[in-house]
């Protein structure tokens, strides 16, 4: 698995860094190996007083055979896991804290990978054999968008977590104000909240949680009437189609296991859930949609150009403009990305993505698993790309992609984009 993203680092940057560099962080990996499985990570997401904490609390004190360590974050540069740590017992419903001796700066993890990901690794290392699986709650305010692609590393850097998912909460009674007025963003600056930069409609703090979100739980229900609740899970669905949905009261969920965690939401691609996505839903919200392109299946030599256009999307935010059909768009904006290629001559692939950094992978056993859910057969022939983001409804999208597929090969001169990628 290579995850790509425009300076995301890889495998490939630390081959280009010096000897003794490597070594060391080679040294570090055979301690990882020994240790064994990678631990999984769940990013707890979702405004202000949502009920994130109370679903902490919720999962802490259940019994699911689980060490769990939870991390209270407020992401950033410093990272102060010392404080926040405690770690679940299966025996007992209380939570211990955790000893952590954090890294010293200038380690060569941290100059490739994100400071707070190189912090949840060493401690995995110095603690891995007290929990199995990390919970991480990020602060009312924090943009998932940020912190998923940090965590969703290239298989070659060796690290010892992978992202499970992103899972956000969401207040029955106030999501539609927060999404409609973007409370609370308000006393932000723009640098600090980059949503507001946007022109067009509000985009919120609110919207990025849950457009990025795998899993949405609507808590507080016991706050609404009935066709409110439907409403506003109308609403959300709207805004992500992908994401599945939860309504709770004080964020009991009916199960974890499949529901918030042990997901592989970034490493699978739920059949029945590309299906429906993008499907009717009559309150839209104008800020975010989820849109699905579906196209007939193509070959290896195809599959290599849907790249090239995926690559235009996320890393570019353009659509590709070539000479022989000028497609006119409005500017659009990808959060999240999924889909599902089938190939002529080669494997099925599935794809995904995250605001600029995307993963294209043959369909493997987790793939096979997901198909038991899987809509009619000939409904499995077609590919299908859904796209979660700001103006992702436009039909430019389509037919940007048909006129690039569709494009001849000597036709190269024609390209009027810098056409680095043809
Ligand atoms: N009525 C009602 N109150 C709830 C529910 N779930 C949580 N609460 C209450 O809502 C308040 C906020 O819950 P928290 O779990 O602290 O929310 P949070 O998302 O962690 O909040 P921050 O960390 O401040 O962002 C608390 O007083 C909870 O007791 C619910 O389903 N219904
Ligand atoms: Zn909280």
Known sequence: MTTKGPGKPTAFDLETRPQDAILELKTGLQDVSLKGKKVPIT?????????????????????????????LNEFGDSIDLEKQLTVSDPNSTEAKAIPFIPLPNGCICCSVKDAGVAAIENLVQQQGGNFDYILLETTGIADPGRIAPDFWLDEGLGSNIYLDGIVTLVDAANVCKQLDEGVGDAAKTLEENPAHQHEGPLLTTCHLQISHADVIVINKKDLVKEAELKLVGDRIKSINGLAKIHFTERSQVPQFEGVL????????????????????????????????????????????????????????????????????????????????????DGPTRLIQGVRNTYEIVEEGPRGEAAVTKSPPDENRKAAKLVLIGRNVKQKAFRDSLTAWLAWDREDRSSVLSDGYRV
């Open 43 to 71: 990013v707890i997401t979702g405004y202000l007083g949502a009920g994130k904490t109370t679903l902490l609390n919720y999962i802490l004190s259940e019994q699911h055979g689980k060490r769990i360590a939870v991390i």
């Open 261 to 344: 965690l042990d997901l592989h939401a970034y490493d699978t691609v739920d059949d029945a859930a590309l299906h429906f996505a993008g499907k009717g839903h009559s309150h839209h919200d104008e800020a975010i949609t989820t849109e699905a392109i579906t196209f007939s299946c193509i070959d290896e030599a195809k599959l290599k150009r849907v790249e090239k256009w995926i690559q235009y999307l996320l890393w570019d935010e353009e659509l590709p403009r070539i000479a022989s059909a000028t497609v006119e768009y409005t500017k659009f904006e990808i959060h999240r990305l999924k889909g599902r290629i089938p190939v002529m």
